[in-house]
């Protein structure tokens, strides 16, 4: 008999609703025999907010801590104030979750047309930092909104929380091509950049096998853009991070084939496999969005629950998928058939 | 009888040395019976930090500060920790001399291949912040080296500094295709991110003709590799300009053919005027640098001095330059010369 999991599943804003059902659907599909889940929906997001104000309630987020894993959609409504639903709900998850992990792999899929002309073989994962820096919420304003106003932004980064994220890209590193390329901006940023550095140094002792070297995030940008194959491994903290894989989804031709995990890897609590897109409200309810990335996602939860050939059998239907059918204009629902199918 | 003009020459490190001089005949020429120039060289960078530990002393300073511009190399050597000159001499300057208004064009030349299959027509000017942000240096460490080590940066942000920049855009917008994007975080940068959005909606409301939006940062990266011709002005803070500024001079087929000014528009203090490539120790002191940014600085430069006709001088010749011979590989002097031949 297979075992039970609980996963917690947020649709969340826009797009997110659309796509996560096929997220869903997929893992059932990929680990039919090997495990089951039982779901626990959680209606949280833009709708609820403006319904009843409530944007994590504690009472619900102690019931997500006590799930196996979370399955996210996508956080942002524009009629709601920026920040509200992103610092109160999504980033709540990350920080409460102590979700240190942000796992983004970046691979260019056969059939799918690079923005790049010559885009080479793309294929590296980003770990970003995902519980410091400069999303702890640490800033301020005084008079606001007076001549005087000055506002205020702190990134925190601690020796402890460097070093557990440097320790996962070095384990990650080993199984993978076996270098790290670190990205910070050291030669402004001089004290946390300097810690960055040093912890890598240390921790790189440790791993003989792996090599590793350093660039600025206004360089690494020029490299996503110039010679995106030279990575393998990317280090860099939370807001390197954020823009890295923007960037890194479109040069593997657009945030639709890019999911990631928000991983706490000590297993503590439930980690997070979410999309990189965002909600889209520009094309929310028209059930044109690619649910690829969701689809994706619900591998890494496969991968982190230990069930690496239920998550190949995604990677292997999705690769499948647009090498085949990758440029054809299809619904949210084709999509989801036709990947299904091939599960 | 022409104006005299005291030109202040820093050319730095690196690859800095070998394109200044470019950039002072270009200048000389371009300006011949307009104005004229005499130049005072300043030995700061690397080689002087090594040979008797001066960064940028205050008699130096002074000296600068009573120059009418500043031409500049690049900053930045392997044999110094990252941040020593970077943050001693570069940020010193722009700080002491209130370059607020980092100015930094990007355009696609004919004859310039891009990395990007269809990259469009490409014509954008990055309004970067220059004095304020996490540039400002108010960050500090305690237990450095321990694993109790915790690491701060501080982004400062006024609405005095931001509304300055903010007004510079829209004027400069006036000039142009009239339409400024503001970039920044504000969905997690919650206190400066807002600061930034009201000053640029107040400020806005007096330029009617001036339409502006917004993205954040990672989108942004996102756009300029998948539809880079849609940017006309793009506003933004110091960070999130260092970073914009590399990924779209790389976009238009190389840092090699991007300039910039730091600018005290407010005409206290000299504005300097430099590549936005850095010293590149990989190919330094080999006389195959590009000196077309340099070259293009000089007439940023210009600009500023309002010298239009001769700036115009030296953008037509740089352009006549790259369409006709801009994929022949050619030595710095050749390229040089080329350009000088063509004012
Ligand atoms: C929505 C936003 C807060 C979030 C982030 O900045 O982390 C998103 O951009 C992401 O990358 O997951
Ligand atoms: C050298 C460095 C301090 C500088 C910056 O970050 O501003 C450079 O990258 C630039 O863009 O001019």
């Given amino acids: 008999m297979s075992k039970t999991y609980t996963i917690a599943v947020i649709p969340g804003d826009g797009i997110g609703k659309e796509v996560t059902p096929w997220a869903q659907k997929a893992l059932e599909k990929a680990a039919e025999g090997v495990a089951d889940f039982t779901y626990e929906p959680f209606d949280l997001g833009a709708e609820r907010y403006l319904r009843d104000g409530a944007i994590l309630p504690d009472e619900e987020l102690e019931r997500i801590k006590k799930t196996d894993a979370i399955l ?13 639903l992103e610092r109160g709900l999504l ?20 059939g799918v047309t690079s923005p790049l002309a010559n885009p080479g073989d793309i294929d590296f994962v980003v770990v970003r930092e995902g519980t410091e820096g400069l999303y702890c919420g640490a800033g301020g304003a005084v008079r606001r909104g007076t001549p005087q106003e000055v506002a205020t932004e702190v990134s925190i980064n601690t020796a ?14 080993m199984k993978r091509r076996k270098h790290i390329t670190l990205v910070h901006k050291k030669n402004v940023l001089v004290n946390a950049g300097d810690m960055w550095q040093r912890i ?31 990575f393998d491994v990317i280090l860099t903290d939370n807001l390197f991070g954020d823009i890295l894989t923007d960037e890194a ?11 990631s995990g928000c991983i706490n890897a000590s297993n503590e609590y439930p980690s997070m496999f979410e999309p990189i ?3 889209a409200p520009d ?15 619900a591998a890494m939860l496969l991968e982190h629950l ?38």
């Fill in 72 to 84: 996210l959609g996508a956080v942002g409504d524009p009629r709601i104030k920026a920040g509200i």
């Fill in 91 to 110: 980033l709540k998850l990350r920080f409460a979750l102590d979700q240190y992990v942000n796992l983004r792999p970046s691979k260019l899929y056969k």
């Fill in 160 to 173: 402890y929380g460097v070093e557990r994220v440097v320790r996962y890209a070095f384990e990650l590193a």
């Fill in 200 to 230: 890598v140094d240390k921790v790189g002792e440790e791993y003989p096998e792996v090599t590793h070297d350093y660039s600025h995030i206004d360089a690494a940008t020029i490299f996503l853009v110039s010679n995106p194959s030279k």
């Fill in 249 to 259: 989804g479109a040069v593997v031709g657009g945030v639709g084939y890019s999911a």
């Fill in 277 to 279: 897109h965002g909600s």
């Fill in 283 to 297: 094309i929310a309810g028209k059930g044109i969005a690619n649910p690829t990335a969701a689809i994706l996602s």
């Fill in 306 to 343: 230990g069930f690496d050939d239920a998550a190949k059998k995604i990677h292997k239907a999705v690769e499948a998928d647009i090498e085949e059918l990758g440029s054809t204009e299809r619904s949210t629902a084709q999509v989801g058939e036709d990947i299904l199918a091939r599960i």
